[in-house]
């Protein structure tokens, strides 16, 4: 019988060496640590956002007999099926996931794992070849203390485009703000807020992030006319919860300028969220004035823009300095994942194309990887069936998506040694 070409391109990815572009990895202890690890893992996931809706998710308290409940009604879901396979994958385990004793028995194997070994090193680096991992560890704030053979942090602005006030805080509920620099004391003027931007960024070089990383369309939209500084300074001055809407949008669209600017000066890229968030005002063509304004500065849009999947590629046909990431688009959905990659690979010839896994734990990384390698085999695979491409020119866009270009975005602050 013929082999089915995507898994012929599918196996070959697998052992392929990989750059993961985007991870939110928590430490495993934070899992064993749990009475229910498995509890913990779902809870970690993607999966709560399908059962109680990503809006909401934060106002629901939930134990295992709600989220049983719940996913019963969602097996169809890309949010279930991609840990559905992590667990095939990783444990071997095939039984019904909804049925109580079967999730005592998986999370019995969980334990077991989680206790016995280092799984980010087994799985990640070993079953999926992954050299390197970008870390994108949004809980804390000017933190970069983790392993730098194996991931590479990032700094993430999001917080500080709530320094306008001690007391706001983005989507995560963060500002720039610590016990030990705090505005009113440490940070009197905007000159200074100004300042202890520069010296994170400083600093953040200094200790190896790799990029900035911005994910405010879960706060507002993606629009960023730049306001001179003095309208900017405004909210700053400002007692705190007395900003105006107005005054709160000029302040943060100066100081995402300000952090552009940073970039500049110190080569950094920049990875930023598009597609789902706050109002849907996240579509990628909103960042076109950007685009514009710097044309030197290298910028990944990620998650492909879903549900706006054209723009991305459109965006990267115009502007040589766009870059597309893969990332979370097939736990989405797989249907655009595979329209998106086949859109970006006919206008980029397979250049600037990235992917990651954008989870929390080692389980939905090894799951949120293997929907992004079958849809990468699937779109290369029906290339060369319609002889849109041979094999090997397919095999060779596989392998530049998986390194060559993460290498080129990131640059040598990755420190990949090949």
């Given at each position: 019988?013929?082999?089915?070409?995507?898994?012929?391109?599918l196996?070959?990815?697998?052992?392929?060496?990989?750059?993961?572009?985007?991870?939110?990895?928590?430490?495993?202890?934070?899992?064993?640590?749990?009475?229910?690890?498995?509890?913990?893992?779902?809870?970690?996931?993607?999966?709560?956002?399908?059962?109680?809706?990503?809006?909401?998710?934060?106002?629901?308290?939930?134990?295992?007999?709600?989220?049983?409940?719940?996913?019963?009604?969602?097996?169809?879901?890309?949010?279930?099926?991609?840990?559905?396979?992590?667990?095939q994958?990783?444990?071997?385990?095939?039984?019904?996931?909804?049925?109580?004793?079967?999730?005592?028995?998986?999370?019995?194997?969980?334990?077991?794992?989680?206790?016995?070994?280092?799984?980010?090193?087994?799985?990640?680096?070993?079953?999926?070849?992954?050299?390197?991992?970008?870390?994108?560890r949004?809980?804390?704030?000017?933190?970069?203390?983790?392993?730098?053979?194996?991931?590479?942090?990032?700094?993430?602005?999001?917080?500080?485009?709530?320094?306008?006030?001690?007391?706001?805080?983005?989507?995560?509920?963060?500002?720039?703000?610590?016990?030990?620099?705090?505005?009113?004391?440490?940070?009197l003027?905007?000159?200074?807020?100004?300042?202890?931007?520069?010296?994170?960024?400083?600093?953040?070089?200094?200790?190896?992030?790799?990029?900035?990383?911005?994910?405010?369309?879960?706060?507002?939209?993606?629009?960023?006319?730049?306001?001179?500084?003095?309208?900017?300074?405004?909210?700053?001055?400002?007692?705190?919860?007395?900003?105006?809407?107005?005054?709160?949008?000029?302040?943060?669209?100066?100081?995402?300028?300000?952090?552009?600017r940073?970039?500049?000066?110190?080569?950094?890229?920049?990875?930023?969220?598009?597609?789902?968030?706050?109002?849907?005002?996240?579509?990628p063509?909103?960042?076109?004035?950007?685009?514009?304004?710097?044309?030197?500065?290298?910028?990944?849009l990620?998650?492909?823009?879903?549900?706006?999947?054209?723009?991305?590629?459109?965006?990267?046909?115009?502007?040589?300095?766009?870059?597309?990431?893969?990332?979370?688009?097939?736990?989405l959905?797989?249907?655009?994942?595979?329209?998106a990659l086949?859109q970006?690979?006919?206008v980029?010839?397979?250049?600037?194309?990235?992917?990651?896994?954008?989870?929390?734990?080692?389980?939905?990384?090894?799951?949120?990887?293997?929907?992004?390698?079958?849809?990468?085999?699937?779109?290369?695979?029906?290339?060369?069936?319609?002889?849109?491409?041979?094999?090997?020119?397919?095999?060779?866009?596989?392998?530049?998506?998986?390194?060559?270009?993460?290498?080129?975005?990131?640059?040598?602050?990755?420190?990949?040694?090949?």
């Open positions: 019988m013929k082999r089915d070409i995507g898994q012929e391109f196996d070959v990815f697998l052992s392929s060496p990989k750059i993961d572009t985007h991870e939110h990895l928590l430490p495993p202890e934070v899992f064993l640590g749990e009475a229910d690890v498995l509890l913990s893992i779902l809870r970690e996931s993607y999966l709560p956002w399908i059962c109680f809706g990503a809006r909401d998710l934060k106002r629901y308290s939930w134990d295992r007999t709600t989220l049983l409940s719940e996913m019963k009604k969602v097996r169809a879901s890309a949010f279930f099926k991609y840990l559905q396979q992590a667990f994958f990783m444990y071997g385990f095939s039984g019904d996931l909804l049925q109580e004793e079967t999730w005592q028995m998986l999370g019995g194997i969980i334990r077991k794992a989680y206790e016995g070994k280092d799984l980010f090193t087994e799985w990640l680096r070993g079953k999926l070849h992954i050299q390197k991992v970008v870390l994108d949004y809980w804390v704030v000017d933190d970069y203390d983790l392993d730098g053979d194996f991931f590479a942090p990032v700094l993430r602005i999001d917080p500080y485009l709530f320094g306008f006030s001690a007391s706001a805080g983005d989507h995560d509920r963060k500002n720039p703000y610590t016990p030990e620099i705090r505005k009113g004391k440490e940070i003027t905007f000159e200074d807020y100004l300042a202890l931007i520069e010296q994170r960024v400083e600093r953040g070089v200094h200790l190896g992030i790799v990029a900035l990383k911005c994910a405010i369309a879960y706060d507002r939209g993606l629009d960023f006319p730049c306001p001179p500084l003095e309208k900017a300074r405004i909210a700053f001055e400002r007692e705190d919860n007395q900003e105006s809407p107005e005054e709160i949008w000029n302040f943060q669209n100066f100081i995402f300028h300000y952090f552009l940073q970039a500049l000066e110190y080569n950094l890229p920049i990875q930023i969220h598009t597609g789902p968030g706050k109002y849907f005002r996240g579509a063509y909103r960042l076109g004035p950007i685009f514009e304004e710097y044309p030197t500065l290298k910028i990944s990620l998650h492909g823009g879903f549900p706006w999947i054209g723009e991305p590629g459109a965006m990267a046909l115009f502007y040589p300095n766009c870059h597309l990431d893969l990332t979370w688009l097939p736990l959905s797989p249907t655009f994942s595979d329209l086949a970006w690979v006919e980029t010839g397979g250049s600037r194309i990235m992917m990651g896994g954008d989870s929390w734990n080692v389980e939905g990384a090894v799951g949120a990887f293997l929907f992004n390698l079958e849809s990468l085999s699937r779109v290369l695979g029906r290339m060369v069936e319609n002889k849109y491409l041979n094999r090997n020119e397919a095999q060779e866009i596989g392998k530049r998506i998986l390194w060559d270009n993460s290498r080129e975005f990131f640059g040598e602050r990755l420190r990949l040694s090949e």
